[in-house]
């Protein structure tokens, strides 16, 4: 780990600064966190009133069950689409806007406000957009011979909360995407086109490898988002319905613990997950130590 | 920085208790945790209202919580916090929940008993107060909202296509036949929809049809219960459902209370419509440009024993324990407003829900409301048309508001290709049943 | 540019294009939704241009609210969402930058111990510990309160990532100079390290009032008094609504006014967002 080569000496200082962080984060997270490991060992009922300890049943439970199973399925597929959607397109429109002179402020002023957006709202705009009864675009599908039903269609329901979150998170690859091609030295670029390269075969020899580590940075961040931030769009939107074909992970913990009330499924459900962002945060601070250091 | 967050919270605090108690002091205020959105939402905080001006002793404070389940988890989780309201709205289905936790739940009887409140349990109607007693006899909830599915039909529909406007459809092969002039006549793109598949289309389609879910009484004779949805009637009532779909007679509204089924019968793209008799308000203030007709839950004639008769549904409130001793003397004694025959016909008459005790019935009938407002006694005929059997009093399983979901699930499945009719209903039986195996072991 | 190619430029402009239609599609149809009377929305399809109630619905959201949908005066969940998100964006800064500056500037037993449980919270939502989290904040008697609705939200590390990423970029010889003119280490962070840090505290500002202000699951959990609902999450609230329609125009008015706050917030102070968001995360 990174520190300065100059030091300050002091014994007590270092501890008061810290002070205020390492408390909330002991009351709000750690604290919490064990919480879930001993929950995840009981069986409650769901008032409270009776207890018994059970040992790592829920766990096996939460294993042999299907519906978990499909849930880390969903998950999977949720997460990946929405990752390579809204990177790829993040991508397409800094590439586009790269090519721009004069007009680059404006587009990225007009392309970058979705950010602002709060998840459950942008569910909430595509939920009406695709209302199967009022919406516009099921009206227009309908035109096209295709009969657009989210209630009941897995595939049309996934489609929907993969839009939904996918246009949420565009102005952010999109920002970093700009970002890194400015970085990238213009001569480059310009060398390898007086070697005859076309802008394809530019891209791809030059300017894609220079952008991995953004996109590998990106690649990370957004399957973070996909997998835990979209709760609000599914909340607001199809509620994991139907049959249970949206129904990820970390809506399936809110779904099991709070409307269920099954809290020792759901613990362990927390605990499953606490350790894949965990898994995920490793793997992006190592990536982040190594690019500082060089 | 800690001052400037103080003045927010506040300056924000005191914004919010303007805005929100503009009752006297004194007064003890009573938390009363409810579902009731929309139209019936403003009825109730007028019933509330009425009752806050009628004393000031007490002042009821209801808060809306959003759908039933969210509701009844509100509350239960507020109960583990400590923070629980005394009233909570509970739907009939959470009842098995709440009949188990006997250490949170203040029964109606007793309550009533200790506050020495006047309480007659035989004013009110067995059909609806069965639903919500122990196995004594005693009322463990007060019955608030209680309503059952019927038929609603597009008189203006059927008249294009060539049907009797007074004739509603009686029989499921009647909703079948009607459905198919309509879409062949083009009076309307779809024959029927309908609220809440689990509720009409499954338990009461059990019920009607004399037909068993359960094993102990449905679950009434203990936590022991299993499942027994896979009869032979629902499986042919899904196989129907399944290839109406298909053809285009029947348009599924969505999951839980199936909230795309009612804009499908008041844009008139589907003549007829099942829904809690509470929908009438809705659909009255919604049918614009057409006639509503009204009639009982369809059945297959060929069964034995159809039509039995229809279960309630809506909800009960139920008192949590924990608050302070004086607040369950203003339930008790708002309870006793609440069942007043006239609180009661006017709740009844203008929402659709049935009234839950005789003298509100007969009040409605005195003043001549049923005569002057075709359709609004439907439900309660329905419900009362035979003795209820064991399978038609109710159900009660834990964990029954996940069955419910597992229902939905299903019968997407169904919808969807995935599944049979008969693979569907023996899934959906394995997978409440395990549930029903969670709650008892949580429980005992 | 590199050379000239008009075609690919032209591909590019509708490629921006068609890119614009995407994000502005849904908030113009929300938009039209909001100046539309009920009737609208019967059947589909929904209208695609402004209809003349807009002054009407919004006025009547200001006015009265949608009281039956458990929602009180939007003016009072606008507060409240505001609140929220200073609190967050103003506490979360407030605790990072103390703790950054110790975890860069020191060493001291259990360092490595203190820089983990901070860092272990980077990227964990509270959505996935929910259920204990909200019985702590139960425990506390936090629920109802801004500061149960704001509080556990400071509780991640991303903040103090982000300074101890910035303080490793500060020159050394900064420090030197100053440790040779016998500054104390708080002397340097008052009066060096601090002014340094503003345009990345205030750009930092301006993502944390975003990340406060769309907070949602949290705060429909832990209130329970109308009088704590957020904007965000009472758009949930008049969405389901009982054996009844959505009332859809009051709803989309109500989401645009949930998203205009950040977004102007976003659009004018965007140098500072995009560099805050860019040069700091990575």
Request: net charge negative.
């Amino acid at each position: 780990m990174q520190t300065k080569r100059a030091i300050f000496a002091s014994r007590v200082l270092p501890y008061w600064l810290l002070a205020p962080q390492l408390a909330v984060t002991l009351v709000f997270f750690l604290w919490p966190a064990a919480q879930a490991v001993r929950q995840s060992f009981l069986r409650e009922d769901a008032f409270g009133l009776k207890t018994s300890f059970v040992w790592l049943e829920n766990y096996t439970r939460l294993f042999h069950d299907p519906n978990y199973l499909n849930s880390l399925k969903v998950t999977v597929v949720f997460a990946a689409s929405v990752t390579l959607l809204s990177v790829a397109l993040g991508l397409l429109f800094a590439l586009a806007v790269d090519r721009m002179i004069a007009s680059s402020r404006l587009y990225t002023t007009l392309l970058v406000w979705p950010y602002a957006v709060a998840p459950a709202v942008a569910g909430v705009l595509w939920w009406f957009m695709f209302n199967p009864t009022l919406g516009v675009i099921p009206y227009v599908l309908e035109g096209l011979g295709y009969d657009w039903n989210h209630l009941l269609s897995p595939t049309d329901a996934m489609i929907l909360v993969v839009a939904a979150s996918t246009w949420k998170q565009i102005s952010y690859n999109f920002l970093f995407f700009v970002a890194g091609l400015q970085a990238i030295p213009r001569a480059l670029g310009e060398a390898a086109a007086i070697d005859g390269a076309g802008p394809v075969k530019r891209f791809f020899s030059i300017t894609f490898p220079l952008l991995s580590p953004t996109t590998f940075f990106l690649m990370v961040v957004n399957t973070v988002y996909a997998m835990f931030d979209t709760f609000p769009v599914i909340h607001a939107t199809t509620e994991g319905n139907p049959a249970q074909s949206t129904n990820i992970l970390v809506y399936k913990v809110y779904v099991d613990g709070f409307l269920g009330l099954n809290l020792g499924s759901s613990a362990a459900q927390s605990v499953v997950l606490m350790a894949i962002v965990i898994a995920l945060t490793v793997i992006q601070f190592r990536y982040i130590e190594r690019r500082v250091e060089y | 920085m800690s001052t400037i967050v103080n003045w927010i919270g506040g300056a924000a605090t005191m914004a919010a208790a303007t805005l929100l108690s503009s009752a006297a002091f004194a007064a003890t205020e009573i938390q009363w945790w409810h579902a009731m959105g929309g139209e019936l939402g403003a009825k109730l905080e007028e019933i509330v209202a009425g009752y806050n001006a009628s004393q000031d002793e007490y002042k009821v404070v209801p808060v809306y919580k959003g759908t039933y389940p969210e509701t009844m988890t509100a509350a239960i989780t507020a109960f583990r916090a400590g923070e629980q309201p005394a009233i909570v709205q509970v739907f009939e289905v959470g009842t098995g929940t709440m009949m188990a936790a006997r250490g949170a739940v203040y029964p109606v009887y007793q309550l009533m008993k200790d506050a020495g409140a006047d309480f007659d349990q035989k004013a009110f109607l067995p059909a609806v107060v069965g639903y919500y007693t122990d196995t004594d006899g005693n009322m463990l909830s007060m019955p608030f909202n209680s309503s059952t599915p019927i038929l609603y039909y597009n008189k203006d529909v059927f008249e294009k296509a060539g049907l009797d406007p007074e004739k509603a459809p009686e029989t499921w092969s009647d909703v079948e036949e009607f459905s198919k002039k309509i879409i062949d006549s083009g009076a309307a793109k779809c024959g029927f929809t309908t609220g809440w598949i689990s509720w009409v289309q499954l338990e009461n389609l059990s019920a009607w049809h004399n037909q068993s879910i359960g094993t102990l009484e449905n679950g009434f004779g203990g936590l022991d219960t299993e499942l027994t949805f896979d009869g032979p009637v629902q499986e042919r009532h899904w196989e129907n459902l399944k290839k109406w779909q298909d053809s285009g007679v029947f348009e599924y509204g969505g999951p839980v209370g199936g909230n795309d089924a009612a804009p499908k019968f008041y844009s008139q793209e589907c003549a007829i419509y099942m829904n809690s008799s509470a929908s009438r308000a809705g659909v009255m203030a919604n049918a614009k440009g057409f006639e509503v007709g009204f009639g009982m839950l369809p059945y297959y004639a060929d069964v034995d024993g159809a039509p039995q008769n229809s279960i309630i549904g809506g909800a009960t409130l139920w008192v949590l324990k924990g608050r302070e001793e004086a607040e369950y003397k203003g339930v008790a004694e708002f309870f006793s407003y609440l069942s007043s025959p006239e609180v009661q016909a006017d709740w009844h008459q203008f929402s659709g829900y049935l009234p839950i005790t005789e003298a509100a019935y007969e009040l409605g009938k005195e003043q001549g409301y049923y005569a002057k407002n075709p359709g609004t006694d439907v439900g309660i005929k329905q419900i009362t048309l035979n003795p209820p059997t064991a399978n038609s009093k109710g159900l009660r399983f834990g964990n029954y508001v996940q069955i419910r979901n597992i229902i939905d699930e299903e019968f997407q499945a169904l919808l969807s290709g995935q599944k049979t009719a008969r693979e569907a209903l023996q899934s959906l039986d394995q997978r409440g049943n395990e549930l029903i195996r969670e709650f008892q072991a949580a429980n005992s | 540019m590199v050379e000239n190619r008009p075609l690919l430029t032209l591909a590019a402009h509708l490629v921006l294009i068609g890119g614009l239609v995407l994000v502005v599609f849904p908030v113009w149809l929300a938009f039209v939704a909001s100046t539309h009377g009920p009737a609208a929305f019967m059947a589909a399809p929904v209208p695609l241009l402004p209809g003349p109630d807009l002054v009407k619905n919004y006025g009547a959201l200001i006015a009265s609210g949608v009281s039956t949908s458990g929602a009180p005066p939007i003016g009072l969940m606008l507060w409240n969402s505001l609140a929220m998100a200073l609190m967050i964006s103003i506490g979360k800064i407030a605790i990072s930058v103390p703790s950054a500056f110790a975890i860069v500037y020191f060493r001291f037993p259990f360092r490595m111990l203190a820089f983990w449980a901070i860092f272990i919270t980077l990227m964990l939502p509270v959505e996935v510990r929910i259920v204990p989290t909200f019985k702590v904040v139960a425990d506390l008697g936090m629920l109802n309160s801004y500061a149960g609705l704001a509080v556990p939200l400071i509780a991640s590390a991303t903040a103090t990532f982000l300074f101890r990423q910035f303080f490793l970029t500060v020159p050394d010889e900064l420090m030197e100079a100053a440790r040779v003119d016998g500054a104390g280490p708080m002397k340097f962070f008052r009066d060096i390290l601090l002014p340094l840090s503003r345009t990345n505290i205030a750009a930092l500002f301006v993502i944390l009032f975003i990340y406060g202000w769309n907070q949602y699951i949290w705060p429909l959990l832990i209130t329970t008094d109308p009088g704590y609902y957020t904007i965000v999450m009472g758009i949930k609230r008049m969405v389901d609504v009982a054996d009844a329609r959505p009332q859809w125009h009051l709803v989309m008015a109500t989401a645009i006014l949930a998203m205009l706050p950040p977004v102007v917030v976003v659009v004018a102070m965007q140098r500072l967002f995009v560099r805050g968001l860019v040069e700091t995360e990575k």
